[in-house]
Structures are given as structure tokens and as C-alpha cells.
């Protein structure tokens, strides 16, 4: 089993640039497709982006499409979402998420991590 702790959330103004990075626990890391999702106040939680096991392909939802990176690090554990040009509709708590299906990981994926907060203000 999987456990993912993120950070690197903060407060930022729009038009900056934040990067959460998702530390994973357990030797079958690299076994699992990994996403971020995102829940804004009041608002259900969304996917933002996925990447496959060796990452290779990468999605994004088209709210964020070329201003995400997603990319992962299956020698040290780690998944990470660089995001630019920020806008204030992208503040949420940003959730870092595993399965071992692609297809599973952009729906609702079996693992989650705690959540770490991003704020963009305008």
C-alpha cells in the first residue's frame, strides 16, 4: 500500500507560479498511475492532471491545459505539479492520488493523500 503526503502549497498572486510536490511511501510506487485533483469551497472535487506508471503520457483537464506540469520521479518516490500563471479560480486544496488504473486514477482513485492548500490572489 501506497501513502501520499503532499506539500508545497502556499499563497501566491495570480500570474505566479507554485510547484506541490507528493512524497510516496512503499517500494511499488512506480506500479501505480498517479493524479492531482482539486477542491475549491463549496465546489465538488475535480480532476486537474494524471500520469501514467513510467510517464510517458501525461492529461490534464482543459482548465488547466499548458499552464500544469505534471511529471514523476519513480527513483525517489515523487509525483509533482508545477503550475504557472496562476489565476484566483485555481485556489483550492490540491490532493495527490494513486491507482493502479489509468482509467480509475482520472475518475476516483483508491488513494489520496491528506491535501495541501493553494491560494492565488488577485
Known amino acids: 500500500q501506497v501513502q501520499l503526503v503532499e506539500s508545497g502549497g502556499g499563497l501566491v498572486q495570480a500570474g505566479g507560479s507554485l510547484k506541490l510536490s507528493c512524497a510516496a511511501s512503499g517500494r511499488t510506487f512506480s506500479r501505480y498511475a498517479m493524479a492531482w485533483f482539486r477542491q475549491a469551497p463549496g465546489k465538488e472535487r475535480e480532476f486537474v492532471a494524471a500520469i501514467t506508471w513510467t510517464g510517458d503520457s501525461t492529461y490534464y483537464a482543459d482548465s488547466v491545459k499548458g499552464r500544469f506540469t505534471i511529471s514523476r520521479d519513480n527513483a525517489k518516490n515523487t509525483v509533482s505539479l508545477q503550475m504557472n500563471s496562476l489565476k484566483p479560480e485555481d485556489t483550492a486544496v490540491y490532493y495527490c492520488?494513486?491507482?493502479?488504473?489509468?482509467?480509475?486514477?482520472?475518475?476516483?482513485?483508491?488513494?489520496w493523500g491528506q491535501g495541501t492548500q493553494v491560494t492565488v490572489s488577485s
Open positions: 492520488a494513486a491507482d493502479d488504473s489509468l482509467v480509475v486514477v482520472k475518475r476516483g482513485p483508491k488513494l
